[in-house]
């Protein structure tokens, strides 16, 4: 939802009270010479002088009209001198033409008679103007209760409402919207509680729910984790609470309701915000109010979002309960389903890929089938995390799913569950050039263990090289990227962590590798990320072999999942940037391999491999 945001601020400031009071000096100063002068009879020099008393007449409209500027306290004083001294222009310089005229018996300068004319009409304007000045400014103050002095701090409001006459934020509240028929909030009573302030005119109180201190309780651990933990430290606490707010207006709908600002002190007190953040955090509440969608986890949740999007790294961010679990298959190595890896973030879940000699795969799935219905309830408009939760279940169990499949009509396919092994690494020989080949498809729990057995099997049968593929492999724990990469590397430092205090680690080889002297050749591609950076960057740094195919993706960060207290999900949370080897800083630019090969849609097509022959070709031809 677009929302319009506009920042009241009064323009009153110190800086203008300063210029207005010195052109007042000066408008004075230059009336007084110039009645003197006239009065000597110099209208030469006298006429000067109300030329400069013109100007800086016109200088002073300019801030009353631009800057709605009125001085007080000394430049009240002067404001109200000018009167008096333009009238007593006005009168010395009409006597002083009448004198000239009936001395001189001139009685054709219709300059000189105009002289005094204009004077007494600019007199009378300016003392209109002081005045209704005047009164404005204290009429003001009285209707505001506020002292009649001008504010120096910004005020944001509510477009519309009434100016808040107390500096509350820096943030942004959205604008009022028209009125709509599901409010998410009855006003309560509109009394005043002891020792609060009353609401402004057109402002509603609202009470907070018993709930809002456990509603709350995942935002603001997911706050302490990120200000503890995440790189790039201090935090902006107004941009992240901004960004809160921010979530909550493209979420929800906004309703017209104006919650006062002890409104939105209960509901921050309620919701157990920090002591130091309760003042900033009122637009947030006053926000929060005003959400037409229903008030419950999941709009916290997007507050949550908003809250780490504001932190500007897409690695960083929240996952609900369903999202966590989805997140963790590949990694914690089994779970119970129909073995398949999917896309929850299309319009319906969609097949990336069956996983080998599953039940997906049994089924005859295949990459872009959509799942429009699970056991016969359309998925239409569940979120693809709800609808994988619906999929997995207990290894035995049966689940028949609808397949949207492009060319052909919908059909259903019942598919028996079960439990489900992913393999982070598989290997095998190429024969006919006795070379070992390994893929590790990612750096899970049991990895490093997967490895050193297909090692041993590989190496007993004595290959002339070896082939290690990283190709679209995404990442995963750091200390088993350690752990493999001491299979390859025997010595040395594989990378350093810094921290967001400063901190530096560095992670060396644990040594006793089984591939540290076989020649080898390492594949990569863009989807090489992360775990299989900081390998192939280990092994490119110290020219243990060289890396075949295109740039990487660039991942050059280390993040920690910690998973929030009573089964809210978990925060994905940068703590660090990582180095190679040679301190090499990767992040968004990527390694670049030694030789460029490109893998194109014509290959796939023609089942070619250019990447794979190129490392066949180094290997047999050192």
């Known amino acids: 939802m677009n929302s319009q945001i506009q920042q009241n601020i009064q323009p009153q400031s110190d800086s203008t009270d300063i210029i207005a009071m010195v052109l007042e000096i000066i408008f004075g100063l230059f009336g007084i010479l110039g009645v003197g002068w006239l009065y000597v009879g110099n209208f030469l020099v006298g006429g000067l002088l109300f030329v400069g008393w013109f100007l800086v007449l016109g200088a002073i ?66 003392i209109a103007i002081s005045i209704l000045g005047t009164l404005g400014v204290a009429g003001s103050a009285i209707i505001e209760n506020a002292q009649p002095f001008a504010y120096s701090t910004p005020v944001t409001t509510l477009v519309t409402t009434p100016v808040v006459t107390t500096p509350i934020s820096t943030l942004f509240v959205p604008t009022r919207v028209p009125p709509t028929e599901n409010s998410a909030l009855d006003p309560a009573s509109p009394t005043t509680a002891p020792d609060s302030t009353p609401a402004s005119e057109g402002q509603t109180e609202f009470i907070p729910p018993d709930t809002m201190g456990d509603l709350f309780a995942p935002f603001w651990e997911v706050w302490r984790i990120v200000n503890e933990n995440f790189v790039d430290r201090p935090l902006d606490h107004a941009a992240m609470l901004q960004g809160a707010l921010e979530g909550l207006v493209e979420a929800s709908e906004l309703s017209n309701i104006q919650p006062s600002v002890e409104s939105a002190r209960s509901f921050a007190t309620a919701a157990g915000t920090p002591d130091d953040l309760v003042e900033v955090s009122l637009p947030f509440w006053q926000t929060w109010i005003r959400t037409v969608a229903a008030q419950d986890e999941t709009l916290m949740r997007v507050a949550i979002n908003g809250m780490l999007a504001a932190l500007g790294d897409q690695h960083t961010s929240y996952m609900d309960p369903d999202q966590f679990t989805q997140a963790n298959i590949p990694l914690a190595g089994e779970y119970e389903g129909i073995g398949a890896f999917v896309d929850p973030d299309g319009e319906f879940l969609t097949i990336i890929s069956p996983m080998p000699d599953s039940p997906a795969e049994a089924a005859g799935l295949e990459p872009g089938d959509q799942v429009i219905k699970v056991d016969g309830e359309d998925m239409t408009g569940i979120d693809g995390t709800l609808v994988i939760r619906r999929v997995l279940g207990a290894a035995g169990s049966q689940v028949t799913l609808t397949i949207r499949r492009e060319g052909i009509e919908e059909f259903d396919v019942t598919i028996t569950r079960a439990k489900i092994v992913i393999p982070s690494v598989t290997g095998k020989m190429l024969e006919e050039n006795n070379i070992a080949y390994v893929q590790l498809f990612n750096f899970g729990q049991d990895t490093s263990s997967e490895l050193r057995v297909v090692l041993e099997e590989l190496l007993a049968q004595n290959p002339r090289g070896l082939i290690l593929d990283l190709r679209n492999n995404g990442g995963g724990f750091l200390r088993t990227a350690i752990e493999i990469a001491s299979e390859f590397i025997d010595d040395g430092v594989i990378m350093y962590e810094v921290y967001g205090d400063g901190k530096r680690e560095t992670h060396e080889s644990l040594g006793n590798g089984l591939a540290t002297t076989i020649p080898m050749v390492v594949l990569i591609n863009e989807g090489s990320a992360s775990a299989s950076e900081i390998l192939a960057g280990a092994i490119q740094d110290y020219a243990r072999a060289p890396l075949v195919g295109t740039t990487s993706f660039g991942k050059g960060s280390v993040q920690n999942w910690i998973e929030l207290t009573s089964e809210d999900g978990a925060v994905r949370v940068t703590i660090a940037r990582w180095y190679t080897p040679n301190e090499r800083l990767i992040h968004e630019i990527g390694l670049t391999p030694d030789v460029v090969v490109e893998f194109t849609e014509a290959d796939v097509e023609a089942k070619i491999d250019p990447q794979l022959d190129k490392a066949i070709e180094i290997l047999l031809n050192p």
Do not use: E, M, Q, Y
């Open 61 to 126: 409209l300019l801030l009353f009209t631009v800057f709605s500027t009125v001085t007080l306290g000394i430049g009240t004083l002067f404001a109200c001198c000018i009167p008096p001294i333009s009238i007593s222009i006005a009168v010395i310089s009409g006597i002083k033409v009448r004198d000239h005229v009936r001395n001189t018996g001139v009685r054709g300068n219709f300059v000189l008679l105009f002289i005094p004319i204009i004077i007494g009409c600019v007199a009378v304007s300016l």
